[in-house]
Nanobody, 125 residues
Framework: VQLQASGGGLVQAGGSLRLSCVAS????????MSWFRQGPGKDREFVAA????????YYADSVKGRFTISRNNAKNTVYLQMNSLKPEDTATYYC???????????????????WGQGTQVTVSS
């Protein structure tokens, strides 16, 4: 499976961006697609997840209420709508996919076998 992420850019604080991640094939009902981010000198951290079987979404506390993850089944695409962006949201954003991701592992980098190339998001103050 190949993942292609896009949509990053430079935006002022308070602005919005929408990231897209297109998968070359659809994940099974036990799979998940998620977004992670990695800031300079930091570890990669969980941002948001979408579980295929239930359609349930999960968010890091730092983005809850500001970011929304959604999918377009027909296009094998997952989106991350980011509103009210803050300078601390600056990072490289990666989409990730897993064929079987259990609930307790949704926020773990190691649970995902497929990664996109990353797209840079820079929020200026």
């Amino acid at each position: 499976v190949q993942l292609q992420a896009s949509g990053g850019g430079l935006v002022q604080a308070g602005g919005s961006l929408r990231l897209s991640c297109v998968a070359s094939e659809r994940f099974s009902s036990s799979g998940a697609m998620s977004w992670f981010r990695q800031g300079p000198g930091k570890d990669r951290e969980f941002v948001a997840a979408f579980r295929w079987n239930s359609g349930t979404t999960y968010y890091a506390d730092s983005v809850k209420g500001r970011f929304t993850i959604s999918r377009n089944n027909a296009k094998n695409t997952v989106y991350l709508q980011m509103n009210s962006l803050k300078p601390e949201d600056t990072a490289t954003y990666y989409c990730a996919g897993g064929r079987t991701v259990i609930l307790s592992a949704l926020r773990d980098v190691a649970a995902y076998g497929y990664w996109g190339q990353g797209t840079q998001v820079t929020v200026s103050s």
